[in-house]
Structures are given as C-alpha cells and as structure tokens.
C-alpha cells in the first residue's frame, strides 16, 4: 500500500498593490521576518511531508526563506500563473504523487499548527475542508445602487480563511473542469470543489487571529498580535 504523503502549497504570487510600495507585501518584513517566512516555517514544523511553493520570486525565496532559515520541506518552488487558480494548478502538478492537498496563502502569517492538525484530521474523513471563523458582524447584502436588499442570518455566515484541504485526486480533478470553464465569480479552492464536484465543504473553526495582510494597518495588528502571544 502506498505511504500516505501530505503535502502544502504556499502561494506567494500577489502583487500587493494595497500595500502600496515597490516591495510585495508576502515579502515585507513582520517582526524582523519577511511575512512569507511564518507560514513556510509553520509547515516547517508541521506533520505536512513536503511544501510547494509558488513565487515568481524563485531566486529570493531560495535563498533569503529556504537555505536561510533551512526549510527543507520545501521541496519545489515553481512560478505562478496570471490568475490565482492558474497558480494553484501549477503547485497541484508539482506535487504529485500526493494523498493530501493543503493550499495556504502566504500572506497569512498567523497559521498555527492546531490549524494543521484539524485540517489533516478533517480532510482524511470530509475529503474537502477549509478553516474559518463564524461572523462577528451583522452582514448586509446590497443591490447595484448600494442599498441594501437582504439580511442573511448571521449565525450561518463564516469568513473563510485558508489552509484549504482536499483529496489530492479530488482537487486536480476540480481544477481540471475549471480551467477548461472559465467561470467567473470563483474567489478561493472551495469554490472550484463546490462549482465543478458538487462536493460540500466542511468548516473547522480557525481564528479569528488568522488574519490576511492586505494593508499596511494588517502589519501593525500582526505585530501586535504575536507581541501578545509571546508575553
């Protein structure tokens, strides 16, 4: 039988534009570290076999993250596509041969290995599962003329944030129909399971520290947040 392989992508192709500046921001510094630097370590440490990381940056990423810091699981580094599912596509053939898929944004520095673990745990049983946090806000829908037209029920709403986690054969097939499609509107990799496999998608609670750096003022809450973990 098969070793049973686990494997991360890491997306790191953003370009940043709200960050303003000429760096990208998965490339900023967070506490002295490039913002890229504390998930790849995270899954350094983690139960996960081997990283993929997608960059256009290869050249930096190997030798400021991965010789520096001696992150060994990452495995391959290869370049991303023009839209993210192009992207994702790309680190999905680099890591075959492969049971299970945990796609992760780079830009979300906060991952903790509990995330991990729940997700590993989930996806072996759910086949497809994401990490979130049920709403803190009242959520309105809004028309085309910006009023507002519906209230959905708080309680069934979740912000979705990323490690995602698939069967390796189930995502590539999803992404498969999708790139020969072009559908619009699909915004993360459950989209693409629940669009081209019918497939339902199972919640785990994250955190609502799980944050994704967007704007300079994310830096700052970032800081401040693992300031408060390490007191």
Request: proline letters at 5%.
């Amino acid at each position: 039988m098969p070793k049973e392989m686990i494997k991360a992508i890491v997306l790191a192709g953003g370009s940043g534009r709200r960050m303003g500046g000429n760096c990208k921001k998965q490339y900023m510094l967070l506490a002295g570290r490039p913002i890229l630097y504390y998930s790849l370590q995270t899954f350094q440490d983690s139960c996960v076999d081997e990283i993929i990381l997608v960059t256009n940056e290869a050249e930096y990423c190997r030798t400021e993250l991965v010789h520096k810091y001696n992150l060994d699981k990452v495995t391959k580094i290869v370049p991303g596509g023009q839209e993210r599912w192009n992207s994702v596509y790309s680190g999905l053939l680099a890591a075959e041969p492969c049971s299970y898929i945990l796609i992760h944004d780079g830009a979300r520095p906060m991952l903790t290995q509990t995330m991990i673990e729940d997700s590993v745990t989930a996806v072996r049983t759910y086949s497809a599962c994401v990490i979130g946090m049920p709403v803190k806000d009242t959520i309105k829908i809004a028309d085309d003329e910006k009023f507002a037209v519906q209230t959905p029920p708080r309680e069934t709403l979740w912000q979705i944030q990323t490690p995602q986690s698939f069967s390796y054969p189930l995502i590539v097939q999803a992404y498969q129909k999708i790139l020969e499609q072009h559908p619009r509107g699909i915004t993360d990799d459950a989209m693409v399971i629940e669009y081209a496999m019918h497939t339902k998608v199972k919640l785990i609670q994250g955190s609502y520290r799980n944050i994704k750096i967007t704007t300079p003022e994310d830096i700052v809450i970032a800081e401040a947040m693992m300031h408060i973990q390490l007191e």
